[in-house]
């Protein structure tokens, strides 16, 4: 099986899996207990606590969560009281929770984007305005791979005197995280670690409300008992997407290429050059990505987000660039990284080509 879909999830890397084992079998002990085996299973929480936090940006506090959904979650329910602003194209994990919160008075301001993928500009100055709390926008698009202008949005936030959250779950480790966020959630699981964990990143001084309530772990702000050896694998997979960047992005680079000349009968849906490489949504004319997943046993992509698949419904994203159902629902995204070879990705063109040209035949 040939695999390329990293967004939805990457391969574990081995040295964060090895990493996990002794705190799995042998190094049980709950980290938050004061006597001796417990304090070693909390340092190595917090060994890992560094790891991942050298990634983000300089000072603040790094909360352990179980995945990136909690982290938002707990950043946007917990942040102060006013207006919201965020864009069309964000992960559901920020737009059902923005829309519950409007549904209880907030106001809430979804900025639309432009046939590219970016954030109408113009449309994010006249919103994000005083009386706003808070500004959320994603780093990477988890579909479509634009990379949004983070930093110019936390400078309108900023302004307006609101927090600004970043989405950086696909860009951590690969794309530079602005230094003037206010907040940053990330996981684990896109990142070549393990699944059920993440983690969010709070700038010194801002402090959601709490939305677990219990024995008072991580500073207060999120009650219950770590899992050592997700922590220590999260580490482990920080440490190896800071030491193995360079190559790292050398190799999707090149993949990427590679991809775009087999793929070239495809039209690439957002910006061709505000992106990260390592996604190419891609789509063509006549065709129907499910039936085209259904027939292509052998290689592992996705119509969009793993979170919204079986829905039957069009990408939330794909309709905001504007594209029509059908060519939304002919859309398919390619995702690959460090343990994609060249052979998967030619192999793949080549059986993906064949059922795009079968079902487009008369």
């Known amino acids: 099986m040939i695999y390329l879909d990293y967004q939805a999830t990457t391969p574990l890397a081995p040295e964060a899996f090895e990493a996990m084992v002794p705190l799995l079998r042998d190094q049980f002990a709950n980290p938050h207990s004061a006597h001796r085996?417990?304090?070693?299973?909390?340092?190595?929480?917090?060994?890992?606590?560094?790891?991942?936090?050298?990634?983000?940006?300089?000072?603040?506090?790094?909360?352990?969560?179980?995945?990136?959904?909690?982290?938002?979650?707990?950043?946007?329910?917990?942040?102060?009281?006013?207006?919201?602003?965020?864009?069309?194209?964000?992960?559901?994990?920020?737009?059902?929770?923005?829309?519950?919160?409007?549904?209880?008075?907030?106001?809430?301001?979804?900025?639309?984007?432009g046939t590219d993928g970016l954030?109408?500009?113009?449309?994010?100055?006249?919103?994000?305005?005083?009386?706003?709390?808070l500004v959320v926008a994603m780093l990477v698009n988890n579909e479509i791979g634009v990379i949004q202008p983070a930093e110019v949005l936390a400078d309108l936030a900023h302004r307006a005197g609101a927090l600004f959250l970043c989405d950086a779950v696909q860009g951590y480790g690969r794309v530079a995280i602005p230094d003037n966020c206010d907040?940053?959630?990330?996981?684990?699981?896109?990142?070549?670690?393990?699944?059920?964990?993440?983690?969010?990143?709070?700038?010194?001084?801002v402090k959601p409300v709490p939305l677990i309530h219990g024995g008072g772990q991580e500073g207060g702000l999120r009650s219950g008992t770590l899992s050592p050896a997700l922590c220590a694998g999260f580490g482990v997979a920080a440490r190896l997407m800071r030491e193995k960047a360079e190559a790292d992005r050398v190799h999707v680079e090149e993949l990427a290429l590679l991809a775009r000349d087999l793929f070239a009968g495809w039209t690439l849906n957002g910006s061709d050059s505000h992106r990260y490489p390592g996604n190419l949504n891609l789509r063509r004319d006549g065709i129907d990505g499910a039936r085209l997943l259904s027939h292509?046993?052998?290689?592992?992509?996705?119509?969009?987000?793993?979170?919204?698949?079986?829905?039957?419904?069009?990408?939330?994203?794909?309709?905001?660039?504007?594209?029509t159902d059908g060519q939304a629902r002919g859309s398919v995204r390619i995702g690959f990284g460090r343990y994609t070879s060249r052979d998967d990705v030619e192999r793949a063109a080549e059986a993906l080509n064949e059922a795009a040209a079968a079902q487009a035949a008369p």
């Open 37 to 113: 085996l417990g304090r070693a299973a909390a340092a190595q929480v917090e060994v890992a606590r560094d790891e991942v936090a050298r990634l983000l940006p300089p000072g603040g506090k790094l909360l352990f969560t179980s995945g990136a959904t909690e982290a938002l979650n707990i950043a946007i329910q917990g942040a102060p009281a006013g207006g919201i602003v965020t864009i069309a194209t964000e992960h559901a994990a920020v737009l059902d929770t923005v829309e519950v919160l409007g549904r209880t008075g907030r106001d809430v301001t979804v900025l639309p984007v």
């Open 119 to 133: 954030v109408d500009m113009e449309a994010a100055r006249a919103a994000i305005v005083p009386g706003v709390s």
């Open 183 to 205: 907040m940053v959630a990330i996981s684990a699981h896109k990142v070549h670690g393990p699944k059920g964990i993440g983690a969010l990143w709070l700038r010194d001084g």
């Open 296 to 323: 292509c046993r052998t290689v592992a992509f996705s119509l969009g987000s793993a979170c919204a698949s079986g829905s039957g419904r069009p990408s939330h994203v794909l309709r905001a660039l504007w594209l």
